[in-house]
């Protein structure tokens, strides 16, 4: 193996071609279950809007905020402003973002299936918690723990999706972490849509019904197997190597079985991944680590998805057509999910993201345009506009949930090589979830400061981020996941950032 004094030096050369292997049913299962984390954490981003405008729920935790809202504001973009209703929804990702930090270790060391279970046991306490909460403490406490149970799913999920897919499918069936997201989105709206009309208690329903699927990521997490690259990173090689024949469905695994041996090897020599990610080789998946999951949120995907039903009750919609219209989006967002599922992996990463950014931008601008000229304190969408909006805002979700939305998580969680794969997502969840509390929390704000002006704000960031995109990420499609610290090598950019390749003249 390694020598000439170097150490380990990863997958030193391709053989990509050498691959052997079929889509067996057991894999498709076992990603299905695993994926099961993603619908968790879509029901929550799905739920918290439907409850905070729900009036029983306002007047219990929030009555300054169901005092303006049913006393009337003079301004129609200020009336849900305030932090304590902001702190409710962004309490969840900030307990995530700390508890990401740890799952890094805990999925490193005893595996990708621990993690899981783990998320899936504090998605039930917080979950619980919620539906019982007597007062804001108790409320926010169980917000914390479903942050809990976020920041282990979000770390882990992703991880195992990549590793038990082949390599020409690793992108749609990774997709299903964001399927299942969407799919808990849809089911939160039509929820929110039915729990509105039981009074009082119907907001409990909504929050309490978080505990199904986390039963079942829970009960599931115990019938998984690992990874193999988890296993052989554990130093379980032949355990390992009858996973990796079992979801190929061949014998013949030998050259994916040496890529991983060999990444597995110079994962194990490396004692400090946090520090070892810092290092000129990784920087190329260290940018991108940061900057896909921050470019992500900044589409203001969040901002739509979290206070959908708040969002359109201020442009005038009624309390049942504002439910009906987060509906809408949520079933448009699971929907156009599908596509990416079915071109991810014939079109390509750079593709989709850069045709989903042109649409957002697009769609951004007309909103603001139309809420500039026909939408402010004294003046109500009237019904024709109103339908315009609802219209563009699905289109926007639509160019989202094709692009960005999948491919936010995908692409980080694909071109780590093993010694920082798990240093690599737990950075690339903590940025996400960093970004996603700091938009739950200062939405409200900005949308009572900037006015229609937030949808030119987000437009400004996608123009950016689709330059990104143009200039700097490789296509990553049909590269396999030990082999992917190659393909920067080639990249016009990355290639001179990078230190020269050291080979092991043994191998």
Request: proline content about 4%.
């Amino acid at each position: 193996m390694a020598g000439g004094g170097i150490g380990p030096v990863g997958v030193a050369k391709e053989r990509a071609q050498q691959y052997k292997g079929r889509v067996t049913l057991f894999v498709v299962m076992a990603c299905v279950t695993a994926a099961i984390g993603g619908s968790i954490f879509g029901y929550d981003i799905g739920i918290s809007g439907g409850v905070t405008s729900m009036d029983p729920f306002l007047e219990k935790f929030f009555p300054v905020v169901y005092r303006k809202k049913n006393l009337g504001s003079k301004n129609n973009y200020c009336k849900y402003d305030n932090q304590g209703l902001s702190a409710f929804t962004s309490s969840l990702y900030l307990a995530g973002l700390v508890a990401s930090l740890f799952a890094s270790p805990v999925t490193r060391k005893y595996g990708r299936r621990v993690s899981i279970i783990c998320g899936g046991i504090s998605f039930l306490v917080g979950a619980t918690l919620n539906a019982a909460a007597q007062n804001l403490a108790m409320l926010l406490l169980g917000r914390i723990m479903l942050g809990v149970g976020i920041g282990f799913g979000n770390q882990a999920v992703p991880l195992y999706l990549s590793e038990m897919a082949p390599a020409h499918l690793r992108g749609a069936l990774n997709m299903m972490f964001q399927l299942a997201t969407t799919l808990g989105i849809f089911t939160a709206n039509m929820i929110n849509y039915g729990t509105e009309k039981i009074n009082p208690w119907g907001w409990r329903l909504s929050l309490g019904l978080a505990a199904v699927p986390a039963f079942l990521m829970t009960v599931g997490g115990f019938f998984l197997p690992e990874t193999p690259n988890s296993l052989i990173e554990r130093g379980l090689e032949e355990k390992g190597r009858r996973v990796l024949e079992k979801i190929r469905g061949t014998h013949d695994v030998d050259a994916e079985f040496q890529d991983m041996v060999e990444a597995s090897e110079l994962a194990n020599s490396i004692k400090h991944p946090f520090r070892n990610i810092m290092e000129r080789r990784n920087r190329p998946q260290l940018v991108m680590a940061i900057f896909m999951p921050t470019f992500q949120i900044l589409t203001g995907i969040n901002s739509i998805l979290f206070y959908a039903p708040v969002l359109f009750q201020s442009m005038g919609f009624g309390n049942n057509a504002s439910l009906y219209s987060s509906v809408m989006t949520g079933a448009v967002l699971a929907s156009s999910t599908l596509v990416s599922i079915a071109t991810v992996d014939r079109w390509g990463r750079r593709v989709l993201l850069i045709g989903g950014g042109i649409q957002m931008i697009i769609c951004q601008v007309i909103v603001a345009i139309i809420l500039g000229v026909k939408f402010g304190n004294d003046k109500q969408l009237s019904k024709e506009f109103s339908i315009i909006v609802v219209v563009i805002i699905c289109l926007f979700v639509a160019a989202f949930g094709w692009s960005w939305g999948p491919l936010g998580w995908t692409v980080p969680s694909e071109i780590f090589p093993l010694e920082t794969r798990s240093a690599g997502q737990s950075i690339t969840v903590s940025v996400n979830l960093f970004f996603t509390f700091a938009i739950a929390q200062s939405f409200l704000s900005l949308l009572c400061s900037f006015k229609f002006g937030i949808f030119l704000f987000f437009a400004g960031w996608i123009t950016i981020m689709t330059v990104f995109v143009i200039v700097f990420l490789p296509e990553t499609k049909g590269v396999p996941i030990e082999e992917m610290i190659l393909l920067w090598r080639k990249h016009w950019f990355w290639k001179k950032v990078m230190p020269p390749l050291q080979v092991d003249n043994e191998k």
